[in-house]
């Protein structure tokens, strides 16, 4: 405002633009657990379903995190219930790409779509210096962009990344796979779903509330989802009750 010597207007609201929906992944279905728009009167409370959580809980789990088809039946899933273009989250590089790689399988583009990335990938590739044409990291993640997925972090340098946050934003990409801070520094494209692989950083302990807004509040385009999903993905055994009330029901002033 000063530089361009204008005035500038700030709009403050109560309430998400996009109402949030609270979700846990388990045994291949999806589970809604609170509502944005629902809460326990006088307070700012979620009320938190337990019948949807007492269901998850009951139905017995199938697949383990740790097997890969865990994450491309999730992506199928999201998918399916046509709840992409989708950030999904870890804590740690390694983790980040290996998910992703599981995914590779997966086909989230149309046709014309897959041809117009393949044509993209060659030149971007060529563009790039010669010590990432010949990464088999950077080989591999140019092959997931022809399925529409992609994977940010930075063990990838900034060239790369900047290439990832355009096809990203450019809708190329469907998903993506990536650590939390990556959106605040690079761009800022708001997501139908946001998704957590673990409610754990890669110091161990579990994220707290103010993380959880914080990470979620992309989900829900405006004027283009009537709803934004927060979707925590559950492995063999289900978080305790206790810990998704306190993450979930508690939202924390930013």
């Not at 989802?225 to 492995?235: E, L, T, Y």
Request: with cysteine; hydrophobic share 35%; glycine share 4%.
């Amino acid at each position: 405002a000063k530089i361009h010597e204008t005035d500038v207007y700030l709009e403050t609201n109560d309430e998400r633009s996009v109402p949030l929906r609270h979700v846990i992944y388990h045994s291949r279905w999806m589970y809604n657990i609170a509502d944005s728009t629902k809460k326990e009167i006088g307070t700012n409370k979620l009320i938190f379903h337990e019948v949807e959580y007492n269901k998850a809980l009951q139905m017995p789990a199938t697949v383990s995190m740790k097997e890969s088809i865990y994450w491309s039946s999730f992506v199928k899933k999201l998918d399916e219930l046509k709840l992409l273009p989708a950030l999904v989250y870890s804590f740690d590089n390694n983790k980040c790409s290996d998910i992703a790689k599981n995914c590779t399988k997966v086909r989230l583009l149309s046709a014309p779509e897959y041809h117009s990335i393949v044509n993209l990938c060659d030149v971007l590739m060529k563009d790039l210096p010669q010590s990432c044409q010949t990464d088999q990291n950077v080989i591999d993640l140019f092959k997931l962009f022809t399925n529409g997925i992609g994977i940010f972090h930075y063990g990838f340098n900034q060239q790369v990344r900047k290439i990832v946050s355009d096809l990203f934003t450019e809708g190329y990409l469907k998903i993506l796979f990536c650590v939390p801070s990556f959106d605040s520094f690079y761009f800022s494209p708001p997501v139908k779903t946001v998704c957590f692989s673990s409610l754990e950083k890669d110091d161990k302990n579990c994220i707290s509330p103010l993380d959880y807004t914080q990470f979620s509040y992309k989900a829900g385009r405006r004027g283009i989802d009537s709803v934004g999903n927060s979707i925590i993905c559950m492995d063999i055994k289900i978080e305790d009750r206790e810990k998704l009330v306190k993450l979930i029901s508690h939202p924390e002033v930013l």
